[in-house]
Structure formats: C-alpha cells, structure tokens
C-alpha cells in the first residue's frame, strides 16, 4: 500500500526547533521529488522546501527553500529509512502551520500527500 506519512509537529516555543519527518511505504522516494507544503489558518497553502529526485543524471538532490525559511530550515532525505526531513530552527510564530509533504514522480507521473502533522509555535 502506498502511503505518505508525516510526523514530529507539535508545540514549541519561538526560537525552539522541530524535526519533520516524510516516511513513505510502498514505494521508493529515491526517484521522486519531495516539496514541504505548509498552510495556516486562513491563508493559502505554500511551499516552504523542495529535495529534487536523485537519479544519478543531472537531479542530484538539490534542495530549495521558501526565503521565509531559508537559512532556519534543512531539507534531506535518508535513503536507507526512505524517510525526507525537514529541520526547523529559530521557528516563529509565523511558521504555525499544518505540514504536508508531497511526492511526486517526474517519470511515473505519480503524485501522492501526506496527512500533514500541525506545528504550533506560541508562547
């Protein structure tokens, strides 16, 4: 069964940090590209971080971030766990936000979400 699920959101102070996690089951995340999406209440949702698929021709696993999290979040992919995570530093109150990944296969077509996991930034 092919499945995406995040987890590690939560409550966290402003400056503290979190570790997402994307593991997928059922399917290789090796040959797919993985973007962050987040949405809060009221607003659209965004993309916070993109790991490019890793095909061994000119995708390398690039990573890209939104300019609201550069320099704060880390994108990467563990291969052998066939997990994507993003490392979130120095969060703000401005980061509160549901969390989705998404996969999606430039090869196969395949696009598959995660449930998403709620990260709370407050005081």
């Known amino acids: 069964q092919v499945q995406l699920v995040e987890s590690g959101g939560g409550l966290v102070s402003p400056g503290g940090s979190l570790r997402l996690s994307c593991a997928a089951s059922?399917?290789?995340?090796?040959?797919?590209?993985i973007v962050w999406f987040r949405q809060a209440p009221g607003k659209e949702r965004e993309g916070v971080s993109c790991?490019?698929?890793?095909?061994?021709?000119?995708?390398?696993?690039?990573?890209t971030y939104g300019d609201s999290v550069k320099g704060r979040f880390t994108i990467s992919r563990d291969k052998a766990k066939n997990t994507v995570y993003l490392q979130m530093n120095n969060l703000t109150p401005e980061d509160t936000a549901v969390y989705y990944c998404n996969a999606n296969s430039f090869y196969s077509g395949a696009n598959y979400w995660g449930q998403g996991t709620q990260v709370t930034v407050s005081s």
């Open positions: 059922g399917f290789s995340l090796d040959t797919f590209t």
């Open positions: 790991v490019s698929r890793n095909d061994g021709d000119r995708h390398d696993g690039s990573t």
